[in-house]
């Protein structure tokens, strides 16, 4: 089992440009969350989904959108990008709310 | 809202010393879990405690959860170098949800040689 897997590791954009991040997990989670961790800021929760078909806003879901098509998979967009949104892009899965948390490896984002 | 503070912010100790690190939730927890990452990774679970007064070793790390359900710490014992990175703790709830975990802004350790 590959657990949870995001892509890409790393990505530069430049101010209003748009990108989608990738999370996918292979362990039949219903929970699925998507963070962003700054610099002596901790673990901040964007948006997360209860389950296919579901999505929540966190504690910081300005500028982002998410989608849960199917229940692998947990998209997190950003329609035009700002210097602000640079950070490392945590997706995590659990399956039951608010149990143990499996993190897939980040994702690096620059935005110039 | 719900909040989960940590203490210290960063600790620097020298190997072999110990090492405790303390979170305080400003509600009542059905459970704490502790995360550890290591510099450049990712978060990884180490361990749920969920009574009251609740004791749990794993080897040289031992985790306690406070009588009121409301603050746990992590102490190491003998740290070493593998043990450097940061701890999390995280509580359910937040926002009126208990299907997501607020963390706490974690501890940085490092462990000199």
């Known amino acids: 089992n590959a657990g949870v897997t995001q892509t890409p590791k790393f990505r530069v954009l430049k101010t209003g440009q748009s990108m989608t991040l990738l999370c996918a997990q292979d362990m039949n989670h219903e929970y699925m969350y998507w963070y962003r961790q700054d610099p002596g800021m901790g673990l901040r929760l964007i948006h997360y989904s209860v389950g296919e078909g579901t999505t929540a806003k966190g504690e910081v879901p300005d500028g982002y959108n998410v989608s849960r098509l199917k229940k692998q998979n947990f998209l997190l967009g950003l329609e035009s990008a700002a210097p602000s949104q640079t950070s490392v892009y945590f997706c995590?899965?659990?399956?039951?709310?608010?149990?143990?948390?499996?993190f897939g490896p980040g994702t690096r984002l620059t935005v110039t | 809202g719900q909040q989960v503070m940590q203490i210290p912010q960063y600790q620097h100790v020298q190997e072999g010393e110990d090492f405790t690190t303390y979170c305080n939730s400003s509600?009542?927890?059905?459970?704490i879990q502790w995360y550890k990452q290591r510099p450049g990774g990712h978060p990884v679970f180490l361990i749920q405690l969920v009574k009251s007064g609740e004791v749990k070793k794993q080897k040289r790390l031992t985790f306690q959860f406070g009588e009121a359900k409301k603050n746990s710490s992590l102490h190491i014992t003998a740290t070493q170098t593998t043990d450097v990175g940061t701890y999390f703790c995280a509580g359910p709830g937040g926002g009126g949800s208990n299907y997501k975990l607020t963390f706490g802004k974690g501890t940085l350790l490092t462990v000199n040689p």
């Open positions: 509600t009542t927890l059905s459970n």
């Open positions: 995590a899965s659990s399956s039951q709310g608010a149990s143990e948390q499996y």
